[in-house]
């Protein structure tokens, strides 16, 4: 089952292009259901996995009490690689075929207030390497909306500070210009005037956000400095590195930007995706009404 699972994820770089993000979970929820199939099911050959065996393995993800959007996932894993065993002649029948996906709420997402925002960007040392490159990268991050693979995958060639925008590639290839207001664009010239140089250390990279060995940053290791400013600005509600993003564009439609500008930025493809972002404003400003209107 590991050659086929390896051969479909091959599958999936080079015809498909899928992002390396996108491979991981492919990866991840298939290693699983592999392993699943043949120390639970004793299912050596995946010619021979069946519709209840599969029926079963979502049990087990619910029992081991993982969310309807993870087991939704799951499934559409499942779906795409048997499929690819079909097309490719590898299994005679498809035992996926006619699986249900469970239906998923759609969850608001957590946004910043402008003072949180504030506070958040106050959190880095003001005089250190360090701390010049997570105020550089928390102001890019909020300035601009772009996810924070895009943002660890900046290099040096990607930012126009005289002209005010940054170019990133995101889902997809998707190639994206997009603006930098005046306090990113001037917490990066004091990252790149002072800090980047002391974390290089000697070393030659493109990279725009290095790490303490002067190598690019990576996600965990942004995760990890998020959860350090997010506790020095005493932050309390939950934080991830998607909340700068969802911040970004609350913040945008709340004070009158245009939706399709707003879809625009942030690269999404279903306007569907960004109109999420109106319900979020909307709960905001029933929450100012019940608070501060005398007779709601």
């Known amino acids: 089952m590991k050659d086929e699972v390896q051969d479909f994820l091959h599958y999936l770089t080079v015809e498909r292009g899928l992002s390396s993000n996108t491979l991981q979970s492919y990866e991840r929820d298939l ?21 209840n065996d599969i029926i079963q393995y ?32 590898r299994t005679n029948q498809d035992p996926a ?7 998923t709420e759609r969850k608001l997402p957590k946004v910043l207030s402008s003072t949180e925002v504030e506070s ?4 880095p040392e003001k005089n250190t390497p360090f701390g010049l ?8 991050l909020y300035a601009t909306g772009i996810r924070v693979s895009e943002l660890i995958q900046l290099n040096l060639e990607d930012v126009h500070l005289t002209m005010g925008f940054v170019r990133c590639v995101g889902k997809g290839d998707k190639e994206r210009i997009i603006p930098v207001g005046k306090m990113a664009s001037n917490a990066l010239s004091d990252y790149l005037d002072q800090g980047r140089g002391r974390l290089l250390k000697k070393k030659a990279s493109q990279a725009l956000f290095l790490n303490h060995h002067g190598n690019q940053l990576t996600r965990q290791g942004f995760w990890k400095i998020l959860k350090k400013l997010a506790s020095a600005a005493h932050i309390n509600k939950e934080l991830t590195p998607h909340t700068l993003r ?27 995706t960004t109109q999420i972002y109106t319900h979020v404003t909307k709960t905001r400003l029933k929450d100012v009404y019940s608070t501060y209107h005398p007779r709601a």
Request: charged share 30%.
């Open 31 to 51: 290693k699983q259901y592999t392993t699943h199939m043949i120390k639970e099911r004793n299912q050596k050959d995946l010619d021979d996995v069946r519709r």
């Open 58 to 89: 979502l049990y087990f993800l619910k029992d081991e009490g993982k969310a309807s959007t993870t087991i939704a996932r799951n499934i559409a894993s499942i779906r795409s690689f048997h499929q690819f065993l079909l097309r490719e002649k």
């Open 97 to 103: 075929v006619h699986i249900e996906t469970p239906k």
């Open 120 to 123: 958040l960007m106050e959190a």
């Open 133 to 140: 490159r997570d105020r550089a990268m928390i102001e890019l």
């Open 246 to 272: 969802h911040s970004f564009a609350t913040h945008l439609l709340e004070n009158g930007a245009d939706l399709r500008a707003v879809q625009e930025l942030l690269g999404h493809v279903d306007i569907s």
